[in-house]
C-alpha cells in the first residue's frame, strides 16, 4: 500500500500501482468524469500512469492551470492529426499549449498553402477525430526506435529534436494513426474535446532561428464545452476591440516605420503627452519617497556588462557591438540600466549614514528581440523602464522593499488595477547553474521578499525558476477589465551585483561593508504599461492623464473667436484643450471626438458665448448640462484632484 496526500491535507491508503483516473474516481463521479491529468510530487502526470510510491497528488480539471496546458497540448495533437489526414506528407515541429489554447509549426511542403479558409475543414476534421475517442497511448522508446518512426516518416524536424535527447527518456504518444514525440502528460482519450477553433496562422521560423526554414504556425483553442469556446469568442471580439495597436494607431498615439526599424516605436504628440504624464505622476511619487533622478548614457563598454553578467545571459539576444575606430574598443547597446546605477554608487566613498541610496531614472535600453515575437508595444526592441536601484544596508531592506510595495499598490489605485496577484519569482533549485551568487545570498534574499509580502498582507502564488539570474523578485500578475493577466511592476533583491562591482560602504563600526541592491519598476516598462494601460481602459484614460482633456466644439465659424477665448482660459488653468474649427455639423464633430476618447466636449454657440458659459458632454454620458467657464475649470481640477488624492 502507499499513501496519498491530498491538497485538503487528507490522507488515504491505496495499492502501489493505482492509477491517477483510478485515484480520481475514489473521490468521486463528477470528478473522475472532468479529471484531464494527476499532479504527483510537482509532476503533471497521465491519469493512466501508476503511482507507485507515498506522493502528495491533486488531480486536475480543465478549471486549473496545469489541467488547461495538459487539454491544449492534447489538442494540438489532435489538430496534427488532422492536419496529416487533410495534408499527406506534411511535416512537424513542435506543438505547444500556450496561454490561450496551442499551435503547431507545421511544413506543408511545395505549393500548399493553409488560408483562413481552410479553417472550417480542419475544425471539422478535429471534431470527427475527437469523436472516435481515441486514447492517448504513451509509449517509451529507445532513440534508436524513435529514429526509425521518424525516418520512415520522413520528418527532418522531429529527427532533429531526437538526436538532442538522452536515450532511456525517449517517449512517444499515439491516438489512432498519428504519432508523435512528446514527453507528455496528455487527456485519457480524444473525446473529452467537445469544441474546437482554429484561430490564425502565422510564419515562424524553425526554432526561432532567421536562418532556419520558415514553418507554418497554426494557432487554435478547444473547450470541454460549446459553451465556453461561444464565451471566449465574445471575449476574443472585446479584445479585439480593446488591441492596443488599433487603437494606438486610431487615437494617434504611436506609429512604426519599417524605415526606423521593426521593434522600435515612433510616439506621437499625443502619445508622448501620455508618456509625459505617466512619467511626471511617478517622479512626483518618488520624489515624497526620496529618490534622486539620475540620466545614463544609451550604450556602454563591453567590459561593463561582463562585469555584471548581462553579457552571459543576454548578448546573444541583444544587438552586435559597436566597434570604435580605436584597436579593441567595444561598446554596446545597453541591455539593463543597473550596471550603470552602480557606476554611479562607486562615483564616491559611501557611509552607513548615505544609505539607503535611491537612483531612479526613465532608462531607455535596448534588446534584439526576434521578428516573429515583436508585438505592438507589449514586445519591443527598444524600450523605456521606469528603473530605480536602492543601495542599502541589509538591515534597511525589508523597510525599502515594503517602501517600494507601497508606490506600487498606489500607482494600481490610481489607475484603477484592482485585481492582482503578487507572484514571488525564486530560483529553480534543479538548476542553479543559471543564476549567480551565493546560495547564502539567495536565501536571505528570497526570505526578505517572503517576509515583507506576508507584512504587507499581499495574496501570492510563488513559482520557481521565475527568478532573475541575480535574485529572486516579486512580480505583479494583474487582471485587466476584461480579464486577462499581465505581468506589471515588479521588485527584486540582489546581493550578487554589489559583490560583481565591489560595492562598499563605511559602516558604524568605521569597517567596509557591502550594500544590498534592490531593483525596482512600477510600470516596469513604459511602452508595456502603455500598451495594458490602453487595452484595461479601451483607450478612455483617466481626465488626470488623458492626452487631450477637452475638446472645444464651435457650432459654426461665427463662434471661432469665443471657442479660442475657451480654449485659452482652460489652458491657462493648466487643462489640456483644443478645438475642432473644421467646417462639419456638430453631430460629426460630437461623434469624431467621442472617437477620440476625449473625455469632456464643450459645444460653443450663441447662448454659450452670451452668457460666457459651455455646454457639457461627457465621454460616453453624453448632455451634462450648461456650466459657466470659471465653474467648469473648477469643475476638472476637483475631478482631477479626487482622481489622484488616493492615499499613498
Avoid at 337 to 353: A, D, F, M, V
Wanted: charged share 30%.
Amino acid at each position: 500500500m502507499i499513501k496519498l496526500t491530498f491538497p485538503d491535507g487528507s490522507v488515504q491508503e491505496f495499492p502501489e500501482g493505482i492509477t491517477g483516473m483510478e485515484v480520481a474516481r475514489s473521490k468521486g463521479r463528477q470528478l473522475a468524469e472532468n479529471a484531464v491529468a494527476i499532479h504527483v510530487n510537482g509532476q503533471v502526470k497521465d491519469l493512466t500512469q501508476p503511482i507507485t510510491h507515498d506522493a502528495e497528488v491533486t488531480v486536475l480539471t480543465f478549471e486549473d492551470e496545469q489541467g488547461r496546458a495538459t487539454f491544449w497540448h492534447s489538442s494540438a495533437h489532435l489538430m496534427a492529426a488532422a492536419l496529416e489526414s487533410l495534408y499527406p506528407g506534411v511535416k512537424f515541429g513542435i506543438g505547444p499549449a500556450i496561454e490561450n489554447g496551442f499551435y503547431y509549426d507545421v511544413d506543408l511542403g511545395s505549393g500548399r498553402v493553409i488560408t483562413d479558409a481552410d479553417f472550417p475543414k480542419i475544425e471539422q476534421k478535429m471534431r470527427e477525430l475527437a469523436l472516435l475517442n481515441e486514447a492517448f497511448i504513451r509509449r517509451e522508446v529507445s532513440r534508436k526506435e524513435a529514429e526509425k518512426v521518424f525516418r520512415e516518416k520522413d520528418d527532418p524536424y522531429k529527427l532533429e529534436l531526437i538526436s538532442e535527447l538522452n536515450d532511456g527518456n525517449i517517449s512517444l504518444y499515439q491516438t489512432g494513426a498519428f504519432v508523435d514525440l512528446c514527453r507528455g502528460p496528455h487527456l485519457p482519450s480524444t473525446g473529452m474535446i467537445k469544441a474546437v477553433k482554429i484561430l490564425s496562422i502565422a510564419g515562424a521560423y524553425w526554432r526561432g532561428n532567421e536562418k532556419n526554414k520558415q514553418l507554418t504556425r497554426v494557432y487554435g483553442i478547444t473547450f470541454p464545452k460549446q459553451k465556453m469556446l461561444d464565451e471566449y469568442l465574445v471575449f476574443l471580439e472585446q479584445a479585439k476591440a480593446r488591441d492596443h495597436r488599433k487603437l494606438g494607431r486610431e487615437l494617434e498615439l504611436f506609429t512604426f516605420s519599417s524605415n526606423v526599424g521593426q521593434g522600435l516605436p515612433l510616439w506621437l504628440p499625443r502619445g508622448a503627452a501620455l508618456r509625459e504624464r505617466l512619467e511626471s505622476f511617478l517622479r512626483k511619487v518618488q520624489k515624497q519617497y526620496g529618490y534622486q533622478q539620475v540620466i545614463t548614457p544609451h550604450i556602454g563598454q563591453k567590459e561593463l556588462y561582463v562585469t555584471s553578467g548581462h553579457y552571459e545571459k543576454y548578448m546573444k539576444d541583444s544587438f552586435q557591438p559597436i566597434y570604435t575606430p580605436a584597436e579593441g574598443e567595444e561598446f554596446l547597446l545597453k541591455p539593463m540600466n543597473c550596471p550603470h546605477h552602480c557606476e554611479i554608487y562607486k562615483s564616491k566613498p559611501r557611509s552607513y549614514k548615505d544609505l539607503p541610496l535611491r537612483l531612479a531614472e526613465f532608462g531607455t535600453v535596448y534588446r534584439y528581440e526576434q521578428s516573429g515575437e515583436l508585438h505592438g508595444l507589449t514586445r519591443v526592441r527598444g524600450f523605456t523602464q521606469d528603473d530605480a536601484h536602492i543601495f542599502c544596508r541589509p538591515d534597511q531592506l525589508k523597510d525599502e522593499f515594503m517602501k517600494v510595495i507601497d508606490i506600487i499598490l498606489y500607482v494600481f489605485r490610481v489607475l484603477d488595477f484592482k485585481e492582482f496577484t503578487a507572484q514571488v519569482s525564486l530560483r529553480d533549485p534543479a538548476n542553479k547553474t543559471k543564476y549567480i551568487g551565493s546560495d547564502e545570498n539567495w536565501e536571505k534574499a528570497e526570505r526578505a521578499i517572503v517576509e515583507a509580502a506576508a507584512e504587507k498582507g499581499l495574496h501570492t502564488v510563488t513559482e520557481l525558476g521565475e527568478a532573475a539570474f541575480y535574485g529572486p523578485k516579486l512580480d505583479f500578475m494583474v487582471k485587466d477589465a476584461i480579464g486577462r493577466k499581465w505581468q506589471l511592476g515588479t521588485i527584486q533583491v540582489d546581493y550578487n551585483l554589489p559583490e560583481r562591482f565591489d560595492l562598499e560602504y563605511t559602516g558604524s563600526d568605521d569597517r567596509k561593508h557591502r550594500p544590498v541592491m534592490i531593483h525596482r519598476a512600477p510600470f516596469g516598462s513604459l511602452e508595456r504599461f502603455v500598451a495594458v494601460l490602453i487595452e484595461h481602459t479601451a483607450g478612455k484614460f483617466p481626465l488626470w492623464l488623458a492626452p487631450d482633456q477637452v475638446v472645444v466644439l464651435p457650432i459654426s465659424e461665427k463662434y471661432q473667436d469665443y471657442a479660442e477665448k475657451v480654449c485659452n482660459f482652460l489652458n491657462n488653468y493648466d487643462i489640456r484643450t483644443l478645438i475642432d474649427a473644421r467646417n462639419e455639423k456638430i453631430g460629426k464633430k460630437i461623434r469624431d471626438n467621442e472617437l477620440m476618447r476625449i473625455p469632456y466636449l464643450l459645444v460653443v454657440g450663441e447662448k454659450e458665448q452670451e452668457s460666457g458659459s459651455v455646454a457639457v458632454r461627457k465621454q460616453g454620458e453624453g448632455d451634462k448640462g450648461v456650466m459657466k467657464t470659471e465653474a467648469f475649470a473648477e469643475f476638472i481640477k476637483e475631478e482631477i484632484n479626487k482622481q489622484l488624492e488616493i492615499k499613498i
